[in-house]
């Protein structure tokens, strides 16, 4: 395959959203279903699920928070109970009406048996978990409580991308109750950072941690914290989210508790998710036009190992050799795994297996042949160098070695993935220059960083004009000194416009 | 309290079905849930699910099985793909019929936007998957396929019980394709033992292992294996099942395979599945009128510590010893996980703690005061014996000594239920003895062995007449001798008739 010669078709630069939908077939991670804007998670791409799922939940028990389930249906009335949050999502709700089905007259199968009250599929389960806080929670004893779900949510989607952005998705989302407004806070700001580190240091994707404007909050909050990333593209993904509701939903569906006091209070509550997005946010952040890279303290699989087989004559030796360091690796522990390792012995030409393990993005590949045998080397192939390009270690070294490369890999994508970032983030404090950057721009999305002192109204308009949205006003920034770019409004917050998925 | 005095009321022999509901409060694992015939599982049953989850996924992935995920909704094109499937599923389907909210005139919501073709939440996902397999699938090299996913389904239930049928429920579904008929039939069967060694020795229960019936088949099976425990009503529990599709499944889905041969032939399929109905059964199996009882293998904590603390003075030194046991305990691997327990340090007198912990079923009890301090001994109260009656350790044993007493209790439990079901097992060869016990029985249940040689209309008609069902044909039972009760047929099978949950 010569240098100019791509494994994935088209690249990057030429048409990033065709590059994605391409890396994901060729890596094998998911398909659209053939229900409209549903995905099916293929098996590599639910085994990264699994891994952050395991991490993520040794994570929230280590803070107390214990896993339960609720119903995926929920009654229109519960719905109800909070304004904001019904018009949040009542555009998109699969709802039920019907509980059985009988054959028509054309012997077509027809929806029977109406219900009284139509039900709709989970969208968040805010309103059902209150329903259960409500009746758990009697005095100060029972707080702080704190819960949470890995399910799957629905949120009726016209124009879905796989795993970004599916009527069905998967996600863990986290609900807690507490006796004061400063603990549950805490709680919801514990939970971003909680999440960001994981980013940062398990997915290998630099985040902006912040809050949300007004225009984007999470119908209901009275606070959503997020953390975003920028995209190959330019274009910001929201990584995850963490909501402080206040009182707001325990109003709503009753949640009080007896103080130390004796006095009956509203809880304040928090809710926070991280979903499968997350894994397509790794596929944009650090593909690359030969395939998937996975960074290796999520990937399912470290390492292959590649037989280069004898044309003629006996394998078993360099067979043996490639399932020996496959052992030898598993007994290696790393960011609270036992590696693993594959060794590809499929009956296939080995150059073809190497282009393979490209493409599904392995961070490390090793091939054995007889000359590495004969000369007690091993040669790791990072995913992260070019192709024909291999570290060589002594087989004695090997275990001793690989955890200090897999964290170069970790850090050479992290900080790959910074420096673009940086270099596509512009500190911007004339409209003049806004509107140019967002009218004229038509190649790769930046971050603008920009003064902004308005209202939600306001962000629509620049929404309609730009297309773009404030992805957050960044924590650990000063102030701007410059007045609003639109409302000249003085006393503006430094706040992050981009495109976004 | 009196040795009369129950924790549970009703007490199992004055009412077994308020008694399951009463021990499920005490033992906060469930409850229903605001929406009808679905159900919340509270953080204490959960967290048994969890523990099966993680000990059936790791035998799956030994047998090669990978997970991924498919869509929660199904056309109904799919469905009516298999004829005796969609019969089987259609009268308890949740039908998703509309994709939007909007407010009527009266302010209510009312649901907008009709789907085109409805869609059904899965009951169960064979014919979405055969979709996925029969694009993955094309030739002999892409098989076996093996594939599960763990997810939530629907099923829309009447008269809701919680574990045991509920309009939701959690299970995982494996579904598995095969060159050769042999292959599937053999997975399947291996599956169902699988399943049933795992009810042994993890949730000691012991099951009959056999076959469905004709009438009792999964919707569009050749076959079906069962196998089926004896409830302390004795009742039967189908705690699970491994179905062999044969090519019905693939012919409807066109699952082909370009076979060694080169010749184009259907997969043959299976599927199987286990559910949250599990812990429904380990309740009502092990479970006695103080409550719960878990058994160690499953139990999320199999040992919880009580400190007696001083009524005045220092009690630290008896929380510190508390913490210190429970460190060496959790040093301890038992059936491929860490021990993991409990210290209950709760502001709470100590008796009412050992109730609790009674009610909620945790193994062991350990109780630490100042006097078990001295003598250097540790009290071992087992959840299978009498409350008073304790196992003295001397404390440098502890750790060498536990697992052998978690074995026993796991062996104590499994001998009771067996005996219990032997004791309520009965052979019947004449027709006048089965209709004596199923027409007069109003106390206890039983499984009936008995000879049967006939059809699904006959087995209707049975069902009709006294409630009982073919919980299944045992494998290793010789065929009888007798001619069958009701048709009066030779070469009938031996097959066991029971209600059922």
Known sequence: MSKETTAVTPIRKDDFPGWYQSVLHVADLAEHAPVRGCMVIKPNGYAIWEVIQSILDKKFKLLGVKNAYFPLLIPLSFLE???????????????????????????????TSPLEEPLIIRPTSETIIGASFAKWIESYRDLPMKINQWCNVMRWEMRPRLFLRTSEFLWQEGHTAHASMEEAQKMSLDMLNLYADFAENYLAIPVVRGEKSEGERFPGAMNTYTFEAMMQDGKALQMGTAHFMGTNFSKASDIQFLSKDGVREYAHTTSWGVTTRMIGALVMVHGDDNGVILPPRVAPHQIVIIPFLLKEGDSSEIINRCYKIKEELESVEYFGRNLSVVVDDRDLRAGEKSWDAIKKGYPIRIEIGSREIKEGRVPLFLRTKEKKEALSIPKEELVSKISSVLDQIHSDLYAKALSYREENTVLVSEREEFEAIFRKEVGVGRFVVAPFKGDKSLEAKIQKDFGVTIRCIPHNLPPSCHSCLFTKQSNASQVIFAKSY
Chains 1, 2 share one sequence.
């Open 81 to 111: 109970k909070e304004a904001e949050h019904i018009e949040g999502f009542a555009k998109e709700s699969a709802v039920v009406t019907h509980t059985r089905l009988e054959k028509g007259s054309d012997g077509k199968l027809i929806p």
